[in-house]
């Protein structure tokens, strides 16, 4: 009998950062190692054992949290040994992490610090016309307390959903360690669905009609319209712009940006990390065209505007050019350039990083 307990080794982090990966298929003919964990190299082929276990090892691998699949006769499955597991919506094939370990913990590994709570909220979306899933991050203490928190709304990538911050991008527990050192204030961390879809294993299956786009036309109204004042009826927050932050990767970031930027009397905090603007992607021209008419009474509206992206990201120059027209219209914008390409490493010292920048009137009282 299989349990979790007699599974499978894989993958097996050795103490000089190399790694062995392992999967059972004996009737498999090829099966290939791929994935970020490559670093950019191509499929690694494994190899084929009499117990019909394939096996590779690589590395060394440079310490960080890295995704990977198994490619079986040309179709990619995630690892069953490895319970770390990257949740995508419909369309999308579930990939696998590995973390290989630096030599003191990193800022999104638990510490022996409070913990905040991540709580999965059903709610009736009018803007969707079906029930959906919001996950919620409450900081340590929130229930005990009386206080009253900011809120940071913070966005998904495409092909992800919900709960991607968390499982992918381990927001909680990077909040727990900010707001533990004291680097940041506490916050409550809202992370909806930003695709059009229904929240899975809520009933039978509803598709909506009429999405053509990866910018969902319905989201902004549901965010605005459904998430935003159920937050604001059922949590302990501070309902008002200076205590209301919207930030986002890739496709979250192109909807942080234009949602924000286009309700500055609800968001004093607008961030985009890596986003999914200009060319084929979110069209800001209008929007642009609207904040640089304006950049007095822009800037007075935000606290913080922040555009960041790695170097080898295919979105750089759109992240780059659309910060540069900011610029040059006289709006105060954080533009932030790192090295790496489109990938969680990125995104997770984004949201350590700007985390520690937000509500600077409760940090201040």
Known sequence: MNTPVTALVSPEVHTDRTVTFRFRAPQATEVDLVGEVLRGAPPQRMTKGEDGVWTTTIGPVPPEI????????????????????????????????????GDTPAFYDVAAVPHGDVRMVLYDSKAMGV???????????????????????????????????????????????????RQA??????????????????GPLVRLSGETSMFSPRFPTDL??????????????????????????????????TIGLSNLDRFKYVLGYSAAVGGQYADTSDLLKTVLSRPVQVNQALEL??????RQDFLFQNNKQFADALTAGGIKVTYHETEGAHVWSVWRRNLFETAQLLFSDDRRR
């Open 66 to 101: 890295w995704i990977y699949n198994f490619r079986v006769q040309g179709v990619d499955v995630p690892d069953p040994g490895n319970p770390a597991v990257k949740p995508t919506p419909p369309g999308a094939a579930m990939s696998s992490f590995v973390e290989v370990p």
């Open 131 to 181: 029930t959906r899933w919001l996950w919620i991050y409450t900081p340590p203490g929130y229930d005990r307390s009386s206080q009253r928190y900011p809120v940071l709304y913070l966005l998904h990538g495409n092909g992800e959903a919900q709960n991607g911050w968390v499982m992918n991008g381990r927001a909680n527990i990077i909040l727990d360690n900010v707001i533990a050192s």
């Open 224 to 257: 605005l319209e459904d998430v935003i004042p159920l937050v604001e009826r059922t949590y302990h927050v501070r309902a008002d712009a200076s205590h209301r932050a919207i930030a986002g990767l890739s496709m979250g970031g192109g909807q942080a940006l």
């Open 305 to 310: 505007l922040w555009v960041s992206c790695g």
């Open 185 to 202: 204030v506490p916050m409550i961390v809202v992370m909806p669905q930003g695709h059009a879809l229904q929240g899975a294993n809520v």
